[in-house]
């Protein structure tokens, strides 16, 4: 914001700009930390990271990274990144937009060379890393792209947790009744529909809190799957929450591509599903008359409803489009981690959809990549629990949580929603 002050000479107004402070003061805890834990307690010798699996057609040698050199450059780099920011604000100027990219991968790299070479192992596959993070990350990309299409119309969709919970109980069930993991998806869909409409229905057309009503139902679903767990799929499980698990679809040729193969051509079709719809819903959105209507009612709803388009429908389709595609997401925790459903197994990853979802402005495919980050930290706590770190269990276990909570708080205030986000509309 900026407030407009008359020069001395009460010629034309200047502009008395507001600098905000938060994000190099971000950047200069972690590089206080990077300096404390990366360079002055770096553990000597190495870290080796492997880069190719062993069906690679192509083997590629693991890469071995001296850990005092590499983690005195990257913790100097981001100390040099957090005192450039520091000069930016001051100045009066912004960041680049490629500078937090570059700030998190060298504070990445430098994290992983002083923990791995920390541990009791100092060796780690890289690829299976990142193909892990992938997979991890599978519903809360899905749970993501359910937050923008509902948000872009002007709807929050705090339900992403239920929708995905719900999600997950219908696949169960119907996977282990019908014996076919196909009918589990599309039960994982209408459940996630249903989820939507309650949440459309009174958000649209009662006017009620949106926030209000995305926690009810969370609750409500989290509640009813409880009981239903507790009292019929517990007692006979081998019919009600035995679904089979979805196979994974090698493509040949592609799946041997060094380091890329694993991760992209070993998929469930709810992986390969993922990619399309990521896809979809961008070009949908901005390249559509579709999605030109659609954010036109996110934006100025009585502009667009003079131009024709029904605003509160076309609010109610998407938010009941975002609850499928939720709804489908969720059908991954029952028909590929785990075959079977227990109480509350989407562990709030909703609430960290939703964080990605902000983190990615509202588009898609940033949404994308943010979901892979919170993935890979989720990943990476179970791998170095694995390896025999120095770092607290406890730490690790709030890995997730805390990558989600400085993204957000980086770069949410520098984050615009849709205008009319939130607010419900009243024709005439």
Not at 388 to 397: D, M
């Amino acid at each position: 914001m900026s407030a407009p002050v008359l020069s001395p000479q009460g010629q034309a107004p200047q502009l008395d700009t507001v600098r905000s402070w938060k994000t190099p003061i971000i950047y200069a805890i972690f590089a206080v930390v990077a300096l404390a834990g990366f360079a002055f307690n770096a553990p000597g010798g190495t870290a080796t990271f492997g880069i190719s699996a062993g069906r690679d057609v192509i083997q590629l040698a693991p890469v071995v990274v001296p850990t005092v050199p590499v983690g005195w450059a990257s913790a100097l780099i981001v100390t040099a990144i957090a005192v450039f920011s520091f000069l930016q604000i001051k100045g009066g100027r912004k960041d680049p937009r490629w500078l937090p990219i570059i700030y998190a991968v060298v504070f990445v790299i430098g994290f992983l060379v002083w923990v791995v070479g920390s541990a009791e192992r100092t060796d780690v596959s890289l690829v299976g890393l990142l193909a892990g993070s992938v997979t991890l990350a599978v519903p809360l990309i899905f749970g993501s792209l359910s937050g923008v299409l509902s948000e872009r119309v002007g709807v929050i969709n705090i339900a992403i947790e239920g929708q995905l919970l719900a999600g997950a109980f219908a696949a169960a069930v119907a996977a282990s009744i019908s014996g076919n993991v196909y009918a589990g998806m599309l039960a994982a869909t209408v459940a996630g529909v249903l989820v939507s409409v309650v949440l459309a229905v009174f958000s649209i057309k009662y006017l009620v809190n949106q926030i209000i009503v995305g926690v009810v139902l969370n609750v409500l679903v989290s509640g009813l799957t409880g009981f239903l767990f507790s009292t019929v799929l517990s007692r006979d499980s081998q019919t009600w929450n035995s679904p089979p698990s979805l196979p994974v679809i090698q493509i040949p040729v592609l799946e041997h591509i060094p380091i890329l193969g694993g991760i992209l051509f070993r998929q469930t079709i709810v992986g390969y599903l993922m990619y399309a719809a990521v896809i979809i819903v961008y070009i949908g959105l901005f390249h559509t008359k579709w999605g030109l209507r659609v954010r036109s009612v996110g934006e100025h709803p009585k502009a667009a409803d003079t131009l024709g388009i029904k605003v509160n429908f076309t609010r109610a389709r998407n938010v009941m489009l975002g609850g499928a595609v939720a709804g489908l997401g969720g059908s991954f925790y029952t028909l590929v981690s785990v075959s079977q459903f227990t109480t509350d197994m989407t562990a709030g990853q909703g609430y960290i959809a939703l964080a990605a979802m902000i983190f990615g402005r509202w588009n898609p495919v940033w949404a994308f990549f943010a979901a892979l980050l919170f993935g890979f930290a989720t990943n990476l706590r179970f791998v170095l629990s694995i390896l025999g770190t120095p770092v607290p269990g406890e730490f690790l276990a709030m890995l997730p949580y805390v990558v989600t909570i400085v993204a957000v708080a980086g770069l949410v205030g520098r984050s615009r929603p849709p205008a009319a986000n939130g607010t419900p509309y009243i024709k005439g």
